[in-house]
């Protein structure tokens, strides 16, 4: 019993976060009928070895040892139970750590994407009085959909929510983003970030690349969700990309690995850029 839960500890430990959300699922999903199948099974199973004992005619010798072995158990209990006090604490303190970490992740990636780009933009249009009102509202109702979410909203499906995302980016900008997408899934939180993920793979394109049009093909497969933003503008040096610069390694990056996905760039001096982001449906 002692190797199980070792084993069992520690292979939770060694699980990222995609493993135990679905572990967490499957096992609220069968919350309901563990009720009734824990009892069940050990009334089963302390029928089975009564009847084997016996059967063997090893009754009377076991309900003699029982007494001592409350006895070693109880004192194994005794002497480990600090240790396994230690062990789950310490197993929490590292969970909460790890959330915490993953949420000022997120608050940093979005600050990144919606209040530093359009406080850019702010700054570029300082003569126009009119494109900076209309940039301080569009970021003031971003803003407020981030941070209070209308629970009464009907759920926006990933296609549509991607032509969404690439109409916000179109206005902002200025660059036409044409979107092609085939197939649905349902709304989520991993799917969300994906959708973040995408934003600003097409604010970078709208913004460096210099093409007048950024591409955007979405598909969405039983197995997976894949994304491409591509331009066929002046293009860069993938490994010249200085590391300070939030909008590829945590925005795009970053973000898809902590979700559980993928992200790839691909790009040529000269040549544009392509994006590819994928996520796995589990």
Same mark, same amino acid.
Request: proline share 4%; with cysteine.
């Given at each position: 019993?002692?190797?199980?839960?070792?084993?069992?500890a520690?292979?939770?430990?060694?699980?990222?976060e995609a493993?135990?959300e679905r572990w967490?699922v499957?096992?609220?999903r069968?919350?309901?009928? $563990?009720?009734l199948?824990l009892? @069940?099974?050990? +009334? +089963?199973?302390?029928a089975?070895?009564?009847?084997?004992?016996?059967?063997?005619?090893?009754?009377?010798?076991?309900?003699?040892?029982?007494?001592?072995?409350?006895?070693v158990?109880?004192?194994v209990a005794?002497?480990?139970?600090?240790?396994?006090?230690r062990?789950?604490?310490? *197993?929490?303190?590292e969970?909460?750590?790890r959330i915490?970490?993953?949420?000022?992740?997120?608050v @940093? $990636?979005h600050?990144h &994407?919606?209040v530093?780009?359009t *406080?850019?933009?702010?700054?570029k249009a300082?003569? /126009?009085?009119r494109?900076?009102?209309?940039? $301080?509202?569009?970021?003031?109702r971003?803003?407020?959909?981030?941070?209070?979410?209308d629970?009464?909203?009907?759920? %926006?499906r990933?296609?549509a929510?991607?032509?969404r995302v690439?109409a &916000?980016?179109e206005?902002?900008?200025?660059?036409?983003?044409? %979107?092609v997408?085939?197939? /649905?899934?349902p709304?989520?939180p991993?799917v &969300?970030?994906? +959708?973040?993920?995408?934003r600003?793979?097409m604010?970078?394109?709208?913004k460096?690349?210099? @093409?007048?049009?950024?591409?955007?093909?979405a598909?969405?497969?039983?197995?997976?969700?894949t994304?491409?933003?591509?331009d066929?503008?002046?293009?860069? &040096?993938?490994?010249? %990309?200085?590391?300070?610069?939030?909008?590829?390694?945590?925005?795009?990056?970053?973000r898809?690995?902590?979700h559980?996905?993928?992200?790839?760039?691909?790009?040529?001096?000269? /040549?544009?850029?392509?994006?590819?982001?994928e *996520?796995p449906?589990?």
């Open positions: 019993m002692v190797a199980v839960v070792l084993g069992v520690l292979v939770w430990r060694q699980a990222n493993q135990r967490r499957a096992r609220t069968g919350r309901h009928g $563990a009720w199948r009892p @069940a099974g050990a +009334l +089963l199973l302390g089975g070895l009564l009847g084997f004992l016996a059967s063997r005619g090893q009754l009377r010798a076991a309900r003699q040892g029982v007494l001592s072995t409350i006895v158990v109880a004192g005794l002497l480990s139970g600090p240790w396994w006090y062990l789950t604490n310490d *197993l929490r303190a969970r909460r750590e915490r970490s993953q949420e000022r992740a997120e @940093a $990636a600050v &994407d919606s530093l780009q *406080l850019a933009l702010i700054r300082a003569g /126009d009085p494109e900076v009102a209309r940039l $301080a509202r569009s970021q003031e971003e803003l407020r959909s981030w941070l209070y979410p629970a009464g909203e009907p759920a %926006v990933f296609a929510a991607l032509e690439a &916000d980016v206005e902002m900008h200025g660059t036409t983003v044409e %979107v997408a085939v197939g /649905d899934c709304p989520g991993r &969300d970030a994906l +959708l973040a993920a995408a600003e793979a604010v970078n394109a709208a460096h690349s210099g @093409a007048p049009v950024v591409s955007v093909y598909e969405a497969e039983p197995e997976r969700v994304v491409f933003v591509r066929r503008g002046r293009g860069f &040096d993938v490994g010249a %990309v200085p590391e300070g610069r939030h909008g590829l390694s945590e925005s795009v990056v970053g898809m690995a902590r559980g996905g993928t992200a790839e760039v691909r790009s040529v001096p000269g /040549d544009g850029a392509e994006v590819r982001l *996520l449906r589990a």
